[in-house]
Protein backbone atom coordinates (compact mmCIF):
# COMPACT_ATOMS: atom_id res chain seq x y z
CA UNK A 1 0.00 0.00 0.00
CA UNK A 2 1.47 3.57 -0.73
CA UNK A 3 2.51 5.46 1.61
CA UNK A 4 2.54 3.20 4.29
CA UNK A 5 5.65 2.48 6.59
CA UNK A 6 5.77 -0.78 6.88
CA UNK A 7 5.10 -1.93 3.66
CA UNK A 8 7.84 0.30 2.54
CA UNK A 9 9.83 -2.04 5.38
CA UNK A 10 8.43 -5.39 3.61
CA UNK A 11 9.33 -3.64 0.43
CA UNK A 12 12.75 -3.27 1.53
CA UNK A 13 12.47 0.50 1.09
CA UNK A 14 13.00 1.41 5.00
CA UNK A 15 16.04 -0.37 6.61
CA UNK A 16 14.81 -2.18 9.63
CA UNK A 17 16.51 -4.97 12.28
CA UNK A 18 14.85 -8.22 10.88
CA UNK A 19 14.80 -10.85 12.86
CA UNK A 20 12.22 -13.39 11.22
CA UNK A 21 10.92 -13.55 7.61
CA UNK A 22 9.17 -16.21 6.21
CA UNK A 23 6.76 -16.13 2.94
CA UNK A 24 3.60 -14.13 4.77
CA UNK A 25 5.37 -12.73 7.91
CA UNK A 26 8.13 -10.09 8.65
CA UNK A 27 9.65 -9.82 12.50
CA UNK A 28 11.78 -6.72 13.13
CA UNK A 29 12.98 -4.66 16.08
CA UNK A 30 10.69 -1.81 17.44
CA UNK A 31 12.73 1.42 16.44
CA UNK A 32 11.83 3.33 20.27
CA UNK A 33 12.30 -0.31 22.28
CA UNK A 34 10.20 -0.35 25.23
CA UNK A 35 11.03 -3.78 26.86
CA UNK A 36 14.54 -5.65 26.45
CA UNK A 37 13.14 -7.36 23.78
CA UNK A 38 10.50 -5.41 21.91
CA UNK A 39 9.88 -6.58 18.32
CA UNK A 40 7.51 -5.75 15.78
CA UNK A 41 5.83 -8.82 13.60
CA UNK A 42 3.97 -8.04 10.85
CA UNK A 43 1.54 -9.85 7.75
CA UNK A 44 3.97 -8.73 4.09
CA UNK A 45 0.34 -8.00 2.71
CA UNK A 46 -1.30 -4.45 4.53
CA UNK A 47 -4.50 -4.58 7.10
CA UNK A 48 -5.33 -2.17 9.05
CA UNK A 49 -5.45 -3.98 12.15
CA UNK A 50 -5.74 -6.81 14.13
CA UNK A 51 -9.83 -7.27 13.38
CA UNK A 52 -9.49 -6.75 9.78
CA UNK A 53 -7.18 -9.41 9.25
CA UNK A 54 -8.92 -11.98 11.80
CA UNK A 55 -11.86 -11.22 9.80
CA UNK A 56 -10.80 -11.57 6.72
CA UNK A 57 -7.60 -14.00 6.75
CA UNK A 58 -7.71 -16.13 9.86
CA UNK A 59 -5.16 -18.12 9.26
CA UNK A 60 -2.28 -15.52 8.29
CA UNK A 61 -3.37 -14.22 12.11
CA UNK A 62 -2.43 -17.39 13.13
CA UNK A 63 0.85 -17.17 11.53
CA UNK A 64 1.40 -13.82 13.16
CA UNK A 65 1.24 -15.56 16.64
CA UNK A 66 3.45 -18.30 15.79
CA UNK A 67 5.84 -15.95 14.78
CA UNK A 68 5.87 -14.08 17.95
CA UNK A 69 5.91 -17.15 19.74
CA UNK A 70 9.67 -17.69 17.57
CA UNK A 71 10.63 -14.37 18.30
CA UNK A 72 9.93 -14.80 21.35
CA UNK A 73 11.68 -18.01 22.16
CA UNK A 74 14.41 -16.92 20.26
CA UNK A 75 14.92 -13.78 22.64
CA UNK A 76 14.69 -16.24 25.46
CA UNK A 77 11.88 -15.33 26.86
CA UNK A 78 9.48 -17.79 25.59
CA UNK A 79 8.07 -18.48 29.11
CA UNK A 80 7.23 -15.01 29.76
CA UNK A 81 6.11 -12.36 26.89
CA UNK A 82 2.78 -9.76 25.93
CA UNK A 83 1.63 -9.80 22.08
CA UNK A 84 -0.09 -6.36 22.17
CA UNK A 85 -1.70 -5.17 18.98
CA UNK A 86 -3.20 -1.56 19.73
CA UNK A 87 -6.11 -1.07 17.80
CA UNK A 88 -7.55 2.09 16.60
CA UNK A 89 -6.19 5.61 17.57
CA UNK A 90 -8.27 5.40 20.84
CA UNK A 91 -5.69 2.60 21.79
CA UNK A 92 -2.70 3.50 21.08
CA UNK A 93 -2.17 2.63 17.32
CA UNK A 94 -0.07 4.99 15.22
CA UNK A 95 1.18 2.94 11.96
CA UNK A 96 -2.01 1.58 10.74
CA UNK A 97 -0.68 -1.80 9.04
CA UNK A 98 -1.15 -4.08 11.72
CA UNK A 99 1.25 -5.65 14.02
CA UNK A 100 1.53 -6.96 16.96
CA UNK A 101 4.12 -6.03 19.93
CA UNK A 102 6.04 -8.74 21.29
CA UNK A 103 7.49 -7.45 24.62
CA UNK A 104 9.56 -8.87 27.32
CA UNK A 105 12.70 -9.74 28.93
CA UNK A 106 11.36 -7.33 32.28
CA UNK A 107 8.91 -7.39 34.57
CA UNK A 108 5.20 -6.44 32.61
CA UNK A 109 2.74 -4.94 34.96
CA UNK A 110 -1.10 -5.27 34.37
CA UNK A 111 -3.31 -3.47 34.05
CA UNK A 112 -1.52 -2.03 31.58
CA UNK A 113 -1.78 2.57 30.89
P1 LIG B 1 1.63 1.50 17.56
O1 LIG B 1 1.75 2.80 18.30
O2 LIG B 1 0.96 1.73 16.20
O3 LIG B 1 0.99 0.38 18.33
O4 LIG B 1 3.11 0.99 17.30
C1 LIG B 1 3.91 1.51 16.28
C2 LIG B 1 5.34 1.16 16.64
O5 LIG B 1 6.16 1.35 15.51
C3 LIG B 1 5.92 2.06 17.76
O6 LIG B 1 6.30 1.24 18.86
C4 LIG B 1 7.11 2.75 17.08
O7 LIG B 1 8.21 2.89 17.95
C5 LIG B 1 7.40 1.81 15.93
N1 LIG B 1 8.00 2.47 14.78
C6 LIG B 1 7.61 3.66 14.22
N2 LIG B 1 8.37 3.93 13.16
C7 LIG B 1 9.26 2.90 13.03
C8 LIG B 1 10.32 2.63 12.12
O8 LIG B 1 10.59 3.37 11.16
N3 LIG B 1 11.03 1.49 12.31
C9 LIG B 1 10.76 0.64 13.35
N4 LIG B 1 11.52 -0.45 13.45
N5 LIG B 1 9.77 0.86 14.23
C10 LIG B 1 9.02 1.98 14.08
ZN1 LIG C 1 1.05 -1.44 4.98
Known sequence: MADCLFCSIVAGDI???V??????VV??????????THVLVIP?????NIGALGAEDPA???HLADAARQVAEAD????????VFNTGAGAGQSVFHVHGHVLGGRDLTWPPG
Open 60 to 62: LAG
Open 27 to 36: AFRDIEPQAP
Open 15 to 17: PAD
Open 19 to 24: VLSTDT
Open 44 to 48: KVHYE
Open 76 to 83: GIGDAYRL
